[in-house]
Each structure stands twice: as C-alpha cells, then as structure tokens.
C-alpha cells in the first residue's frame, strides 16, 4: 500500500478500505471483510503465526474550497492492540472556515497510561493553544495560551519574519506543573513597544548602558505582565513573581530574570525552584520512551560523525 502514489491522501485511505489478515504461508496480506476503515490483523512477535495485534487506521476528509482538488482531513485516528488490549491510539478532528483556515484542531495521544492531548481554537480576534501530559487522571504538565489580537491569515502569514506583536495584542498562560500552577496575563504591545524604545540604539552604541536599559526593562515587564503561582488543586495563591536585574557572573553585563516572592516576603530564584519538577518530568518522559524500545543513554557520546549520519 504504501508503495502505491496517490494525488490525494483521501484517496489512498478510500482505496485501501477492509479488513486484513496477514498469510504467514505467502508472507502477504489476504483482504478478509469490508469496513469503512482499515483493519490490519499481524503477529505481534517476529515469525509469529497467530494474528494476535490489530492495527486499525479511519480517515474523513472534505474537499478544499480555496483550492480545488485539494481535500482538508476532518478526522486522523489510528489504535493499535495484542490480544484486544489497546495499547496505542490516537485520534485528531478539525473544522475549517470559508477560506479553509482552521477553527478547531484537537488530538489525542494515548500510550499505555499516558496521554498527551492537543487543541488549538483559532478566529480572527483570538486563538488559544492548549497542550497537556498526563499518567491516568495525574496532570505530569499543562500549557494553556490565549491570545487577542488582529489573527487575519496574511498577518499570520507575516508573523514568520516580522514581529508578533504587531498583530498580538495581549495574552494570558496558564502553566500547571504536577499540582503547582502558574498563571498570567501580559500587555503584549505595550511591552514589545517599550523595548524597541529601550533597545532601539544597542546596536549603534557601542557604550550602550546594559545596566539602564535593564532596569528600565524590568519596569516595564513588572507594570504589564503579572504571574501568580497557585496550588492546583484549590488554586489558593502561596507566591507572585517579580522580575529583577541580574549582572552576568562571566560578561558582566545586564539581563532581566524572574523570582518568586512567597508571603513570607522570602524571594526564591524561578528557574531553580522549578527545576527540580521539570527533571522529574523529563525522567519520567524518559521512561515511557525506554518502555517503547527508545534509549537516549548514549546521546550524550554522539560525535559530529553520528549527527551527520543521522536521517532527518
């Protein structure tokens, strides 16, 4: 099947539709049944000669109206199974407008006990992003996005090589780490303003006072964007976040950072309170990968030979 060329992947998905049995004997598949979808039925080990997995895949499409013969997918879904217990599925749905832009893009993906979901809501004035990992019902990482702003296509289009927040007016995150939550709002405008003013002569300058600008800099992020954190569970406030200048240990330059600040008025710095979570979330990622037969030990002994032979 998948040497066959097809124009169109609604095409392919159409012309392939059934169920199929694989003749261990003829080391090819036998098309068994009929079914709007495609049903595959394999040995799940190597030389196996019981059809104990299934791999099913669905497709629905609709035809593109501002190009013709074009078609939009509505629905992706693929589970594969041994022995009726599922092991992986997937599924993504998306609607469309008059001028085939996307409105509403969802995905899920499950493995085994993990699921990491997707969904992205888009119209002319506003567009939100949603991404989420959980093991069963635990939330491991959560990222909400919404932003306001003027979202025409050719704005988005132009968004890739100029800056955002010509058409971005402000946004608000919402950050959930394990049960800890971090929420915010921002000004996108007013700040992308601000620091084009701040910066406009860092180039030029070659005596540019890094210390002002940061100061100035850090005035403005406190005066338009505000982040609390909250236990997420009952979202009772334990810390707010303030950002503050920071001279660099090696340069001796300026930059801005972020910390937090608890009721106790104690400051602790950002990145090192949260750091030991995201460690926790990347090993736990780490294992569900090493459980699919995907190791990352030896990453780190990779040479400039290996990336080059590396198949992108």
Do not use: C
């Not at 998905?13 to 003829?26: D, I, L, Q, T």
């Not at 109206?65 to 998306?94: C, D, H, V, W």
């Not at 979202?151 to 010509?166: H, I, K, W």
């Amino acid at each position: 099947m998948k040497a066959t060329y097809y124009d169109n992947p609604g095409d392919a998905f159409r012309a392939n539709v059934g169920v199929y049995e694989w003749n261990h004997a003829s080391g090819d598949w036998d098309k068994t049944g009929t079914s709007n979808k495609i049903e595959l039925h394999f040995p799940s080990v190597p030389e196996g000669l019981t059809n104990d997995a299934a791999a099913t895949f669905e497709y629905k499409g609709k035809a593109a109206r501002t190009m013709p013969g074009e078609e939009l997918p509505e629905l992706l879904a693929f589970s594969l199974s041994q022995n009726n217990e599922q092991l992986i599925s997937y599924k993504m749905t998306a609607s469309y407008n008059s001028d085939d832009m996307p409105t509403n893009v969802k995905s899920d993906l499950s493995i085994e006990s993990y699921t990491f979901t997707t969904s992205i809501k888009y119209n002319s004035k506003d567009i939100s992003v949603e991404y989420a990992l959980k093991e069963n019902s635990n939330t491991i990482i959560e990222l909400k996005l919404n932003a306001k702003g003027d979202f025409d296509p050719d704005n988005l289009m132009m968004g890739y090589d100029e800056d955002p927040s010509e058409f971005v007016n402000s946004a608000n995150v919402s950050l959930q780490i394990a049960d800890i939550k971090i929420l915010g709002q921002a000004n996108v405008k007013k700040i992308a303003d601000a620091l084009d003013r701040i910066y406009k002569d860092e180039e030029e300058d070659d005596d540019f006072d890094y210390l002002a600008a940061a100061t100035q800099e850090a005035k403005v992020l406190n005066d338009n964007a505000k982040l609390i954190v909250v236990y997420a569970g009952t979202n009772n406030k334990f810390a707010e976040t303030e950002f503050y200048v920071v001279e660099d240990s090696w340069w001796g330059e300026h930059y801005v950072d972020l910390q937090l600040i608890f009721a106790d008025e104690s400051r602790g710095d950002f990145e090192a309170y949260f750091g030991s979570a995201f460690n926790d979330i990347i090993e736990e990622i780490l294992k569900l990968l090493e459980e699919l037969g995907i190791d990352f030990d030896d990453w780190d002994n990779w040479d400039d030979d290996d990336w080059d032979d590396w198949e992108w």
